[in-house]
């Protein structure tokens, strides 16, 4: 009896293999030409605009399937967020918007890694600080969104670029304000200091007398 | 006369395509047989917990990320219970239910990757790409909740930083709707294959007590018979409101504890991470999805001990606050770690083939096991 | 060979002028050109089926860039290779480790030899042709073992020991299943055994008879066991020795080692298709001698001018094709294109395949005006020549693409487990199979 079984379980062996293989072998080959594939061809196909590049390309229809392509017929309203283009809230390179920084140094002082360098003057007709510096280190920064969280101005934002691949990583730090503008700043705000400076001389000056009397 | 044979000594890593990163592990080989296996860790040392000491406690979150970065979610979560137990910060329900559903979905896409990766270990290559290709989906779900793929930052002390997107709980449901066929399809193309029951059955078998012993945690613990589950035993989050099995080892197939059984649980879990993802699409509760204090965030000193059930099992983070914004020290317990202890023990005895079955099986990831 | 060497011997002045071995010699190195350049075109063309078969496995494209639909792609890895450093490790042992590659290629390259394009055409049909096959395929091992053994490396010297015990193994249930064709045909030459499968489907061995139908499958796993590949493919097993035995080696001496194994790939096919699946035979009731007067017969009919005209009528829509593609073609023209990154190779190369086919089809066709009185004796020379080629062709292409497709599918046996396989299950089987052949003979004798 103990024979037996072993002959059985020697051809069950055989039959398991041979069955299991079999099934994995269809399942790839429905794969593989049963399926649409997933690649998305990205240096042909614009992924921040979510359209293809070369206008020839959509001649061909099936370059770049979303996924719904992938399920039945029941579930194709699901529009892929990245497949063909980048979400809303997708965080790239980070950008800055010059004109509303108050320079309050919330997001240098909010980022773990300080990545981020601002410094500000106060000038006239100006809401805050009129920043002089605003230098950001891309090849620090770790996307962690801390500092857009926290801007109250929404003077730092992701934008959707992310192409930032370069040859040498000092062009990575990126000045925002170029050195023109922070000097005419300075200068503006060195005046603005020596002119208050002077008002409140005169001012003394002119209070100093009374206090004699 | 037996015959006389010289043992070698062979360096496994710390560049070698299974270890899943730097690992590197000392091998003293008879032929393919392996006498000694002495797992050698620190390449991809970071000194997080250093860091956790500089930076204030907001600021570290973005580290957790790195902590494991398959499954940052989980990472995030642990460390923000933490802080919320620490400085008895409130969270908002829906809140609560959005954390629950991002790291279930982070569980599913981390326990793919090793399902993946095992596979590809065991020379198959396709059922890593295809448990790629329903990983991507879910990334592009993650970038379109929080704007990153792999390193999230997404949940804050006191909520999460975004409220689901429009539509997010419709698309998500059809990617389960999707996702469950294929977890099927990978039972019938790779689990149920037999040379890949032939690799895995009856290997680097570890019994209910070394498990215990050698503390292993999560997927592993549970594949060798200790029904333990931070989720439903020590209930954090909602947890404790969702229905939900734990899967434990029982020797269906092969033996209990050996490396078939360790790769079935972690199918079996994403079954039941589909399940927690439905009953929370189902209860998701309106309101605020952030309680953020205008505060700057301190501490009162004391000592604090959070463990969440992350993909590779317990993730503790032990806390000592001597008041401030900084922690006084912050150490992290990681599942890979104490994984990682146990490779000497069962290692040796192994084929250096079956070697390779076991780190794998053991879901090991070398970041965390460095932290 | 010796045919040929002895026709043009015979037939022209020029050869008797230059001596019987010097034709011998002129001849040979002509069919070495001709089957090294084939072994090179066949590895080149595998390295790029197997990375299409990937990508599709894989729900991947496949390469795609070079050339129409990826085609070239293995001309530009082969030129990368050739470009690459040839890196010697100080500690290897030279001459060995600049030998092995050769060593390998010499096996495959050899085993040319005795493979047949068609009834006619084959280099060498030895009388031994088969056992000269398991003897070329025997020359892997010991180019597997000095390159493991030659780079100094751990790895590569476990490499190097799984394929010779591999190997090894692997060559007797091999044996023993080719064993079971040659007891039913009585003859080892290739030719014979496919001569012997005449006469449509059933006559093939793969279904002439249950052991034999049985064979086949056992050469085929421990043929794709003998050429190294997955679930087998456990001397260079990447995820565990990384590359294995040419974990050392670099830039063409690497290219060698793979140009072997994808050649090889065509050689077992080849073997599989004599063997079981009838060679050359077309799967219908038909003599390949036949062949001739049936070209001849359709030389005739295709002669006839009312059938001409109305083929060269059916060819107009190559007009068409051929407008638009040079429409594609003007564009890229027009903006400066280069060839790789012209929109007539990238965008329109099913037109460029599509035109060079129905072009070529017309000329053909054209040329038939001219020719119209040698036509019988060209489709006479076709249909003896080149439709077995073909036939035998797509059967090998068959064969190959399962094997590929294995690669794609499987996961790779531990080293013991492979060793099981062999001596449990093919090796009984295999001698099962031999008896039970020839009790099925003689049953039917």
């Known amino acids: 009896m103990k024979l037996f079984d072993h002959i ?89 918007d010059e004109p509303s920084c108050i320079s309050c140094l919330l997001c240098a002082l909010n980022c773990p890694i300080d990545v981020i360098r601002v410094k500000g003057v106060k000038i006239e007709g100006r ?87 | 006369m037996p015959l006389a044979t010289e043992t070698m000594v062979l360096n496994m890593g710390p560049h070698h395509p299974s270890t899943h990163g730097v690992l590197r592990f000392i091998l003293r080989t008879d032929g393919e047989l392996i006498h000694m296996c002495r797992p050698d860790i620190g390449y991809l040392h970071r000194g997080l917990e250093k860091i956790a000491e500089q930076v204030p406690y907001a600021h570290f979150m973005p580290y957790t990320d790195r902590l494991d970065y398959l499954a940052a979610m989980n990472c995030n ?17 829906r809140a609560e239910y959005i954390r629950v559903l991002v790291a ?84 019938r193309f790779i689990s149920k294959n037999k040379i890949f029951k032939e690799r895995l059955v009856g290997v680097a078998v570890i019994s209910p007590e070394e498990a215990l012993d050698y503390r292993l945690v999560g997927p592993n613990l549970r594949a060798s018979g200790i029904d333990w589950d931070l989720r439903r035993d020590e209930p954090y989050s909602v947890y404790g409101d969702l229905a939900f099995d734990v899967p434990v080892g029982v020797s269906e197939i092969g033996e209990l504890g050996d490396c078939y059984s360790r790769y079935w649980i972690r199918i079996l879990e994403m079954e039941q991470s589909v399940r927690i993802l439905r009953q929370c699409m189902e209860k998701m509760p309106e309101g605020p999805y952030w309680n953020r204090s205008k505060k700057k965030l301190k501490v009162e000193p004391g000592e604090f001990y959070v463990r969440t059930e992350a993909p590779r099992g317990e993730l503790g983070f032990y806390l000592i606050s001597k008041g401030g914004i900084k922690p006084h020290r ?42 | 060979m010796e045919n040929l060497v002895n026709e043009l011997f015979t037939k022209f002045r020029l050869f008797q002028q230059i001596g019987y071995v010097p034709t011998a010699a002129v001849v040979m190195l002509a069919c070495a050109l001709v089957v090294l350049n084939f072994f090179g075109l066949m590895s080149g063309f595998y390295t790029f089926l197997e990375r299409k078969v990937a990508g599709w496995t894989n729900s991947r494209r496949g390469p795609n860039r070079v050339g129409p639909y990826g085609l070239v ?37 050899l085993s040319f030899v005795v493979i047949p394009f068609g009834p006619k055409w084959i280099i060498s049909d030895l009388n031994i042709g088969v056992l000269y096959l398991l003897a070329t ?18 790895w590569a010297l476990l490499g190097g020991m799984r394929s010779a015990a591999q190997i090894v193994s692997y060559e007797i249930p091999n044996a023993l299943a080719i064993l079971v064709v040659v007891l039913a045909t009585g003859t080892m030459s290739m030719q014979g055994i496919i001569r012997a499968q005449a006469g449509g489907l059933h006559h093939w061995f793969l279904f002439s008879s249950p052991f034999s139908f049985l064979a086949f499958f056992i050469y085929f796993v421990s043929a794709i066991a003998e050429i190294n590949r997955v679930p087998f493919d456990i001397p260079e097993a990447e995820s565990e020795l990384v590359a294995g035995y040419n974990i050392e080696y670099s830039a063409m001496r690497f290219g060698a080692f793979f140009a072997a194994e994808f050649g090889n790939i065509y050689v077992i096919s080849a073997v599989a298709v004599t063997c079981f699946l009838g060679g050359w035979q077309l799967p219908l009731p038909v003599e390949v001698d036949e062949l001739g007067p049936i070209g001849d017969t359709l030389g005739h009919f295709l ?96 064969i190959s693409f399962v094997v590929l497709w294995w690669r794609w599918t499987l996961p790779r046996l531990r080293v013991d487990q492979l060793m099981g396989v062999c001596w449990k299950y093919l090796i009984p089987l295999g001698f099962f199979c031999l008896v039970g052949q020839g009790f099925w003979m003689w049953l039917w004798s």
């Not at chain 1, 017929?73 to 950008?95: D, F, H």
């Open chain 3, 137 to 154: 395929g025997s020359f892997t091992v010991v180019g597997l073992i000095l390159a493991g053994w030659a780079s100094n490396n751990k």
């Open chain 1, 127 to 213: 809401k805050g600080k009129a920043p002089t510096t605003f230098r950001i280190d891309y090849s620090k920064c770790m996307f962690c969104g801390l500092c857009v969280e926290v801007c109250p101005t929404d003077a730092v934002f992701f934008t959707r670029q992310f192409e930032g691949a370069t040859f040498d990583y000092r062009t990575l730090i990126r000045e925002f304000i170029s050195p023109e503008l922070s000097l005419e700043r300075m200068q503006l705000a060195e005046e603005a200091k020596k002119h208050a400076e002077k008002e409140k001389k005169k001012r003394e000056d002119k209070e100093t007398p009374e206090v004699g009397d």
């Open chain 2, 330 to 371: 912050l150490k992290i317990m990681t599942g890979s770690f104490s994984a990682m202890s146990i490779v000497e023990k069962v290692g040796s005895g192994l084929m250096v083939a079956d070697l390779v079955a076991l780190i794998a099986s053991l879901d090991v990831v070398a970041p965390e096991v460095d932290r």
């Open chain 2, 104 to 187: 279930e979905l982070n569980r599913i896409i981390s326990h793919l990757i090793s399902v993946g990766t095992f596979a590809m270990d065991m020379g198959a290559v396709t059922p890593f790409t295809h448990t790629l290709r329903e990983r991507e989906w879910v990334n592009d779900l993650f970038e379109e909740l929080c704007g990153a793929r792999l390193t999230y930052n997404y949940i804050r002390f006191g909520g999460v930083a975004f409220d689901l997107p429009e539509g997010f709980l419709d698309r998500l449901s059809r990617f389960l709707d999707y996702f469950e066929p294929r977890l099927e399809q990978y039972n």
């Open chain 2, 77 to 93: 979560l642990g460390y923000a219970i933490t802080i919320e137990r620490a400085a008895e910060i409130e969270v908002p329900p």
């Open chain 1, 8 to 96: 059985k379980a020697y051809f069950l062996n055989i039959y398991e293999a041979v069955a299991t293989i079999s099934m994995g072998m269809w399942i790839t080959f429905k794969t593989a030409f049963f399926e649409r594939k997933v690649t998305l061809q990205y240096p042909s196909h614009d992924i921040i605009e979510g359209k293809p590049k070369d206008a020839s390309i959509t001649t061909q229809g099936n370059l770049n399937p979303p996924f719904e392509a992938l399920l039945g017929a029941s579930q194709q309203n699901y529009k892929g967020p990245l497949n063909t283009q980048l979400p809303e809230r997708y965080r790239g390179l980070l950008g800055y």
């Open chain 3, 303 to 398: 002669g006839r001018s009312d059938v001409l005209m109305i083929l060269l009528l059916a060819a107009l829509p190559a007009t068409f094709l051929a407008w638009k593609a040079l429409r594609a073609f003007v564009w890229d023209v027009r903006r400066k294109r280069t060839f790789f990154g012209s929109r007539f190779v990238r965008f329109h190369s099913e037109l460029l395949i599509l035109g060079l086919i129905f072009a070529g089809g017309g000329l053909t066709l054209a040329l038939h005006l001219p020719l119209r009185s040698h036509l019988p004796t060209i489709y006479r020379l076709i249909f003896e020549y080149i439709v077995p080629f073909l036939v035998f062709f797509t059967k090998a292409m068959l």
């Open chain 3, 73 to 109: 792609q293995f001309m530009a890895d082969g030129v990368k290779l050739i470009l690459k450093e040839d890196i010697i490790p100080a500690a290897a042992d030279r001459n060995i480790f600049k030998f092995a590659p050769y060593l390998l290629l010499l096996g495959t390259a």
